[in-house]
Nanobody, 122 residues
């Protein structure tokens, strides 16, 4: 069993920054790839970025490339998402995910956190 716990969300003004974290525990050997997704009210879950175990493969969704940075620390079992130049449209629940496969597809991830809320005001 794997548990993912996100933190770092909050309410910020447009133009600000946030650093989201995801702590993994349990059977962490069962997955190698991790990713961030978000979901706004009334919308489908949107992929943001994914990263392979050794951080050698990183992929960003076109909508966030340049403002979002994904990273991971395997020694600490943590995944991070740095978000800069926040916009009101970034308001959503942000989720981390983990799994054996790599890519920007919600269907390939086996484990999900409960999410952390990001709210951006103009």
């Amino acid at each position: 069993q794997v548990e993912l716990v996100e933190s770092g969300g909050g309410s910020v003004q447009a133009g600000g920054s946030l650093r989201l974290s995801c702590a993994a525990s349990g059977d962490t050997f069962t997955f190698s790839n991790m990713a961030w997704f978000r979901q706004a009210p009334g919308k489908e879950r949107e992929p943001l970025a994914c990263i392979s175990y050794g951080s050698t493969n990183i992929l960003y969704a076109a909508s966030v490339k340049g403002r979002f940075t994904i990273s991971r620390d395997n020694a600490k079992n943590t995944l991070t998402l740095q978000i800069n130049s926040l916009k009101p449209e970034d308001t959503a629940m942000y989720y981390c995910a983990a799994g054996k496969d790599w890519g920007l597809d919600t269907r390939i991830y086996d484990y999900w956190g409960q999410g952390t809320q990001v709210t951006v005001s103009s």
